[in-house]
């Protein structure tokens, strides 16, 4: 595949002379005449490198430059400067901007030619892109794979297990209805049987509702986090306020499962960690994000590479809210009680829905 080079030049007599430089190396050319015409190109194009100038009317090439590099898409792409201004400020502007390198109008032929050739063969953009988008479709891949095979343990455990469970629960309290009453000890021992078995099915039901809350699919993610909450307040004792925003839509179901285990994980670490008396859960929208915050008023934490390297848990939300496109905040400080919060975009949803 040949390498593209995007050519941004708003003069069209320097513009054909990088073309007749370059025309015979086996590049595919693009042109842009104004930076705003280059934004839109390189989205498009997605180049291999850009050639840019920097003096142009409108958008300047430092303006262009930054700008590319606050697109997630193309933040790595090479950019080499072509600049008449040979002075340290420019050069300082430009390296500030996110540019590669840089060349001095009127262009050096061999330099040039030089250059090109050589970050079009290093090509660690590229290399790079793809090892990134690799990661992240295989982190995606991780992600759904955990949550299928969580749904049928779910399923599994509740179907199959339960009902073995429930069946065999029933034919032990008909056992112990026929027992004549002198079986003293047989009746004892049946009744703790049937408490134990009882506690069983109990434990097992939490442990389901743990790995896959049927209800997310049923009921939907508000209905689902208020149980959440009401069940941890009384397990542990520990009040939680949660509010909804009323304007809520239903979410896709990788927003639910991401916000729901975030609250899981949260919820379990201010149990876990904080000490503290009280928790306050929010979930709100606006017109750009979706946000779950959770604040207790707990001992806090430093937040360095120590602390969230004892486990796993903030980790994994970090990396499944980006497979999302989302963000993980931290607020906290020791003494200070921890503001968790999940930032999600809320482009996926129908804009008749906000
Ligand atoms: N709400 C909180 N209050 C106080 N400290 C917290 C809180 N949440 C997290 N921490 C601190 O951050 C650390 C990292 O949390 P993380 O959830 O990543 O790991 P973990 O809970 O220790 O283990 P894991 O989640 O893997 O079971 C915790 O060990 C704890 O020191
Ligand atoms: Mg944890």
Not at 117 to 144: C, F, G, P, W
Not at 255 to 274: C, G, M, W
Request: aromatic fraction near 4%.
């Amino acid at each position: 595949m040949k390498s593209k080079v995007l050519i941004v030049d708003d003069e069209p007599t320097a513009m054909s002379t990088l073309e007749a430089i370059l025309a015979g190396d086996g590049y595919q050319l693009d042109y842009a005449e104004s930076g705003s015409i280059a934004l839109g190109k390189a989205e498009q194009l997605q180049p291999d490198l850009i050639l840019l100038d920097v003096m142009m009317p409108g958008m300047n090439g430092f303006e262009v430059c930054r700008r590319l590099r606050a697109t997630p898409k193309l933040a790595e792409v090479p950019i080499i400067i072509l600049t008449a201004l040979d002075d340290r400020s420019s050069r300082l502007q430009g390296i500030e901007a996110g540019a590669d390198d840089f060349l001095i109008k009127p262009v050096d032929r061999q330099e040039l030619r030089l250059r090109v050739r050589t970050i079009l063969r290093l090509d660690r953009y590229r290399t790079l892109s793809i090892q990134r988008e690799n990661l992240r479709k295989m982190a995606e891949h991780v992600v759904n794979a955990q949550e299928q095979e969580r749904k049928r343990l779910s399923r599994e455990l509740h179907d199959d297990l339960g009902q073995a469970l429930i069946a065999h629960m029933l034919r032990l309290q008909n056992l112990r209805a026929e027992i004549p009453a002198a079986s003293e000890n047989i009746i004892k021992e049946l009744e703790s049987l049937i408490a134990d078995t009882s506690q069983t099915i109990n434990k097992m039901r939490l442990l389901a509702q743990d790995m896959r809350p049927t209800m997310l699919d049923t009921l939907g993610l508000k209905t689902t986090l208020q149980d959440h909450c009401r069940e941890y307040s009384i397990r542990t004792g520990l009040p939680v306020t949660l509010e909804i925003d009323e304007k809520l839509p239903e979410l896709p179901d990788i927003y639910s499962i991401t916000l729901y285990r975030f609250l899981q994980e949260t919820l379990t670490n201010v149990l876990k960690h904080s000490k503290a008396k009280h928790v306050w859960v929010e979930l709100t929208l606006d017109e750009l994000e979706i946000a779950m915050t959770v604040q207790d008023n707990g001992k806090g934490f430093m937040m360095d590479e120590k602390t969230t390297s004892k486990g796993i848990g903030l980790t994994g939300l970090r990396e499944r809210l980006l497979l999302v496109g989302g963000k993980l905040i931290v607020t906290t400080a020791p003494g200070k009680g921890t503001i968790i919060s999940a930032r999600l975009p809320n482009e996926m949803l129908p804009k008749e829905q906000l």
